[in-house]
């Protein structure tokens, strides 16, 4: 078996992370969108994210630590971060590596796939690098113009993408999976 690397990213229609006012999932969870969820989560993977995906699940309350919380911080996972100094995560390993320079690594010695987890800065890095396998890209019905922060793509290098897979949870969720298919067409 070949690792990948599986990014998944989680949208609205006008490329946004998330809206300063949306609640998760952007107010959209329904049963597709559950179920896809719970069935990525019970894939043999292991989580990759950054420290900023890793404080914000570390710090949620505890009537927030639901049973796939708790699935999650036992999976096996990696934390990117040059500024933490420790992980409590039973499942979890910090390192401080350049994620560029240790994805190759870590598919190498990986037996299941690797799959972010959030982290839309370390899901830039990555793709820049060329190491993204699959791109999975959730697309929510909203607009969040005016209140939309982390524009998913900013920065990122012109790639061209080859469509894979897609299918629409829950009558109104887009989910298009991509993998990389060299250079764009450009104007000549």
Known sequence: MTTQLLCDVFLSVDGHGRGTRSPGYFGYLGPDLQRWIDEEAARPQCQIMGRRTYEAFETLPEEARDDGYRRMVQARTVVFSRTLSAVT???ATL???DARDAIPKL???SDADLRTIGSLSL???LLDAGHVDRLRLMVFPLIVGETGVEPVFAGVGDSGLEL????VLDGRIVLSEY??????PYAG
Do not use: E, M
């Not at 894979?164 to 299918?167: E, P």
């Not at 993998?179 to 764009?184: L, N, S, T, V």
């Open 89 to 91: 995560w039973p499942g």
């Open 95 to 97: 390192v401080a590596d």
């Open 107 to 109: 598919k190498a010695d």
């Open 123 to 125: 899901v830039r890095q």
């Open 164 to 167: 894979v897979g897609h299918s």
């Open 179 to 184: 993998r990389r298919a060299g250079d764009p």
